[in-house]
């Protein structure tokens, strides 16, 4: 055997602990609002509740039933009820009991051919997702009436609504969402209605027909980020396009412009943005001025600044986890141990414990402090 043939496999691991149930990739992991307590949904079909704050983790349950890679879900604000969606478009909703340490089903739903995304919102009992036919579904938790109540369907895009998220309103009388498209438009709902309160189209955005991929807010401002590099910010009290860039423009492969990660920071008045390049582009949310860009050898895959701080974690394609100092740019963590790409993280205990999903199908527990 020839010298250059010897394969190295990297196996340096600095994790806390894992969690390796999953038999596929895992492409989701989200925590549980007041205890620590995770699900992580794979391509073996199912969706696994287990905690963090154990070495090794506590298995707590099975949320068996999908038929199809289970890829996005989330836990309701008091962490009653948590959602799982799979690739054939089934969701199911359970219950919890026992103070989170048993989980009954609740309700399912069978509306769509895919699920692309399913958001909860921040403070009352709905989630909505998005479908590969360009839908906008909402639906109510009722426990009064022990059931999932549809609020909305709409159907504005024309092709696959990639996004989206709740804005919080003054009361419960009021339930927006905005979402995203392929099709290049934004679409604000009123959710009680069905009405849309306004629709940007690519004429709103200079003639530029970009397939939104990513959406984040922060209070009345909205950050949409492109399949082609285009970074747009919305005023969502007016429906105005604010400010309009292209984030990157030398690059060998088109595939690479793709925006696939964007988190606000608040405090620090600082937007992030991750592309499939590697390039981590850090904006001050005043003049949408580029302050400075970090760069990592693989695809971006989620950034999430810690609790409004200028705190940023980030995953990547490279099997690593990293958490940044956003202001100066240091490295001030680099989690190793995956042997494929980091799909989803979520971060506890402000940012001094990180949990993974990774493409190899373990999930990692990184202490960073």
Same mark, same amino acid.
Not at 117 to 123: A, D, G
Not at 168 to 175: H, T, V
């Given at each position: 055997m020839e010298d250059d043939d010897v394969l190295e496999i990297d196996i340096s691991n600095n994790s806390w602990t894992y969690f390796d149930r999953h038999t596929d =990739?895992?492409?989701t992991i989200f925590k549980h609002p007041t205890l620590p307590m995770v699900v992580t949904g794979g391509g073996d079909n199912t969706a696994y509740l287990w905690t963090t704050h154990t070495q090794p983790p506590r298995f707590v349950g099975e949320l068996a039933g999908h038929k199809e890679s289970v890829i996005a879900g989330g836990f309701t604000a008091k962490g009653e009820f948590v959602i799982t969606a799979d690739m054939n478009g089934y969701i199911q909703v359970h219950k919890a009991t026992k103070g989170g340490e048993k989980w009954v089903k609740f309700g399912d739903l069978e509306e769509v051919e895919e699920v692309l995304? #399913?958001? #909860?919102?921040? =403070?009352l009992p709905y989630f909505a997702f998005g479908a590969n036919d360009g839908s906008v579904w909402v639906y109510q938790i009722d426990?009064? =009436?022990k059931s999932l109540v549809q609020i909305m369907s709409g159907f504005s895009h024309s092709l696959e609504c990639n996004g989206g998220v709740f804005i919080?309103?003054?009361?419960?009388?009021? +339930?927006t969402l905005v979402t995203i498209s392929e099709d290049g438009t934004v679409a604000n709902w009123n959710c009680f209605t069905g009405v849309v309160n306004y629709k940007l189209t690519p004429e709103d955005f200079k003639n530029i027909e970009s397939p939104w991929v990513?959406?984040? #807010? +922060?209070k009345n401002v909205l950050a949409v980020g492109a399949r082609d590099g285009q970074l747009s910010i919305i005023n969502n009290d007016s429906g105005k396009v604010v400010h309009s860039f292209k984030t990157l423009e030398d690059v060998d492969d088109i595939a690479e412009l793709s925006i696939e990660a964007i988190s606000w920071s608040g405090s620090a008045n600082l937007l992030a943005v991750g592309l499939v390049s590697g390039d981590v582009l850090l904006f001050e949310s005043q003049q949408w001025r580029l302050r400075r860009t970090i760069k990592v050898d693989d695809a971006i895959t989620k950034l999430e600044f810690v609790e409004d701080s200028p705190i940023l974690i980030g995953s990547s394609m490279n099997g690593k986890i990293y958490k940044w100092d956003a202001r100066t740019g240091a490295e +001030?963590?680099?989690? #190793?141990?995956?042997?494929?790409g980091v799909l989803d993280f979520t971060v506890f205990e402000h940012g001094s414990k990180l949990v993974t999903a990774g493409d190899e199908g373990v999930s990692l527990i990184f202490k960073t402090d």
């Open positions: =990739s895992i492409f995304f #399913v958001t #909860v919102h921040p =403070s426990k009064d =009436s919080e309103g003054k009361d419960e009388n009021e +339930l990513t959406i984040k #807010v +922060l +001030l963590f680099a989690g #190793v141990g995956h042997n494929m």
